[in-house]
């Protein structure tokens, strides 16, 4: 069996990948940055470090890693797959997607290529298999659209494991292993598979899946994003630490309250099942064994400040459900706000100068997609004035 994983980052090597392995599939990255597509060719192995329990450890090998522009290799491993997964980030899933066109768009050129393929995003990203397929569809001529349509499905997994790249140290004795939280479950969705779903290890495919992944985004990452921020705000630099700051717990609690009441409205499950979601989600970040990073979680504040992200998403979802995200305006406070000492999080540095060349009105139209009318950007303002008056922002 074969299985194709488009990136080489930390969730594809430290989980699609471990899991293909386990269940004796071979792998084939598909990566963009050619140095990484160099090192992982060099290497030819690394290792997946679970936290809290070394003898899960496990070394992956024998794959291959493809360069994306390699539009005949990457056509031919899709051809041969039984799976392919993604794992590139959302916002680089429309760029992904014109560029699988033109693979499938040569695949289609062979009338026996028939065989049914399904592509699984595994992004935290509002829609991303929406996403992806209009991306891809976008570039392909009528009939092979409509081939597309009928062979290839797209459908998306909830990823509820963290994966974290190695600390300098770490990487000096192996650069590609990555660090992931003992978690072995992937959740995807069965109604928009096309052909017989693969059994793979820890895939559990699931009818009835609207909806999980929004309720995942804007429960985990809402509070992951809430627990980063503040957290980097009173100088905490382990996300377990900031999780069990009492400061930060007040408000984080109340993020939950507010996303849980939208969420349950919205989805018409008990308001305690989704309290409970949030409790598993709570005991995540104060877990100790799991070393994860503030700066991680908080990497990339314009995307994470996004109109549908995990803050900005969550708090427009209270709004229209009738709940004043009063916890989640401070939280899109702090991360209108972030500093990262980060030299690769260009996003960081940019956010600063925005705001303080152009101010936070437009931050708030042009990153968070608020304009200045809007009720929740008022809320956005208060959170920024309470952080000053607690002198956690000067
Ligand atoms: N790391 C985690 O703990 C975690 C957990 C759950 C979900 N996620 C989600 O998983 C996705 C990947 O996250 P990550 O932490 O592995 O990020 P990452 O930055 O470690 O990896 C992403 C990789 O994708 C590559 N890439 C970008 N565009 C590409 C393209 N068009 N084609 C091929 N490769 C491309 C990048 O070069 C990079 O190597 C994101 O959507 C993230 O939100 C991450
Ligand atoms: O991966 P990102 O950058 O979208 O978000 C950072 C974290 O919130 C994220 O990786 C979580 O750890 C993960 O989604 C597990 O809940």
Redesign the pocket.
Known sequence: MKGVI??????????VAHLLQAGGYEVTF????PS?VQLMNKQQKYRVHVMGASDKNAIISDYECLQ?QDTDKVAKALRGADVAF?????K?LT??GL?LGDAFGRLFEDPNWTRPLTLVT????KE?ALSLREAIRSVLPAEAARRFDDQIGVTEAV???????PTPEQAAEDPLGVYV?DYWELPVDRERFRGTPPSIPGVRYIDGFAGFLERKFYTYNAANGTVSYLGCLRGHRLIAEAASDPEIVRILDGVYRETGKALARKYGILETEQLAFADSSRRKLQDRSII?YVE?NARDPIRKLGQDDRLVGSARLCMNYGVQPVSLATAIAAAIYYESGNPDDPSAPELKRRLTEEGIDSILYHVCGLPAEDPLAALVKEGIADLKRKGWLK
């Open positions: 488009f990136g080489a980052g930390k969730i594809a090597r430290g989980f598909v990566e963009v940055n990484l994306l993604t794992s590139v980030g959302g680089h760029a992904l560029t595994c992004e935290n990203w991303p990823v509820m494991r963290s994966a974290v790249e939280q994860d991680r």
